[in-house]
């Protein structure tokens, strides 16, 4: 009874195979046409060819958490249209791979999950008491990850011009909090706000907000020149 | 901070890197950006600066082109930095971060 309250507390029911002590191993006989086959794919490639992805990865490679796709990554069904999670107690990536169906968005959730495990590795995230903390990683994942791209809420039917990028991660923020916590609105727009400014300018390790690829490439370059940057200034 | 002096100093970025960092903050596709974003237009004129300091570094080795990127790059520095975390910065990595999956969960009771 007091695992499944803690569930729901903490939004373990949107991911049912999550169970505790239940861990799935990988069969080899799993065959080529599921979607978990799929999922596995496109995580591969997400990992060997965004831009993003390449930058979080090796950016927490150098903090000492260096990423294994069989120990990080789990892809699994979840409940409702949730993409994807991040999994702090056993320091895993879960990616829905019943509810993601293009590269594209397999990027975007790889990404904004990763941006989640580096502020895990990075900080002490107090992931499950301190809301604060919940919200400012809310706000970086939703600002970094492109998931506030003009072209993905125009796909959203969110048409917004002049600073609407910043709304949308306000939003995003939101919905992701009260997606997990058991708190009001009110209280989690509090909360938003308070972190807004602090998180909304935290871009590591991206230096940089990446609006696209080219960006992100170059935030990659700039990553990859840390060691001469630095000790030039 | 110097290593080991003036002699081994150069440009924190190559300086083509300048000049493509002008050539995108120009570009349309960064103004509708950053208007979607901060509402206004970019000021893309630092990296045209920095790039023509990197040059002029390059040829003539002058103190005065080398401090002026300095500065330019240490403001960038600045202006990443420009807020108080929300959260303590960790001095190690998480202990559980490398565990096997079955160490860490409690057995199902």
């Known amino acids: 009874m007091d695992q499944s309250k803690q569930e729901e507390e903490y939004g373990y029911n949107l991911f049912p195979e999550r169970n505790r002590g239940n861990n799935k191993e990988s069969s080899i006989t799993q065959s080529l046409f599921t979607f978990n086959h799929k999922c596995q794919v496109m995580l591969q490639f997400a990992m060997e060819t965004s831009p993003y992805a390449k930058l979080l990865l090796s950016a927490m490679q150098s903090s000492g958490c260096k990423v294994l796709k069989e120990r990080h990554f789990s892809c699994e069904d979840c409940d409702g249209t949730v993409s994807g999670g991040f999994d702090a107690e056993s320091s895993q990536i879960v990616l829905c791979q019943n509810n993601i169906h293009q590269q594209s968005h397999m990027n975007r959730v ?94 590591e390790p991206f230096g940089r907000i990446p609006h696209g690829k080219k960006d992100a490439g170059f935030a990659y370059r700039d990553y990859n020149n840390r060691d001469r940057y630095y000790a030039n200034l | 901070m110097e290593r080991s002096g003036e002699a081994s100093w150069r440009p924190p970025r190559a300086c083509d890197d300048y000049w493509s960092e002008f050539r995108h903050c120009k570009s349309l596709r960064n103004c509708f950006h950053h208007y979607y974003t901060y509402g206004t237009s970019p000021s893309c004129k630092q990296w045209k600066e920095d790039y023509h300091n990197c040059k002029e570094w ?18 960038r520095v600045a202006e990443q930095r420009n807020f108080t975390p929300v959260w303590e910065l960790r001095r190690d990595p998480p202990r559980d971060w490398h565990m096997p999956l079955n160490q860490e969960k409690p057995q199902d009771s």
Do not use: P, Y
Not at chain 1, 118 to 131: E, I, K, Q
Not at chain 1, 132 to 153: K, P, Q, T, V
């Open chain 1, 110 to 203: 790889v990404t904004h999950e990763l941006i989640h495990a580096f502020d895990h590795c990075r900080a002490h995230v107090d992931w499950f008491n301190n809301f604060r903390h919940l919200a400012c990683s809310e706000i970086r994942a939703a600002n970094l990850s492109g998931d506030c791209s003009f072209s993905n809420e125009v796909s959203r039917f969110n048409f917004g011009l002049k600073e609407h990028h910043q709304e949308c991660v306000r939003g995003r923020a939101l919905r992701s909090i009260l997606a997990v916590r058991k708190i009001s609105r009110e209280e989690a727009e509090k909360i938003v706000d308070e972190v807004f400014h602090t998180c909304f300018n935290d871009h």
């Open chain 2, 58 to 75: 390059e040829k003539h080795r002058g103190a005065e082109a080398k401090d002026a990127l300095q500065k330019s790059e240490r403001n």
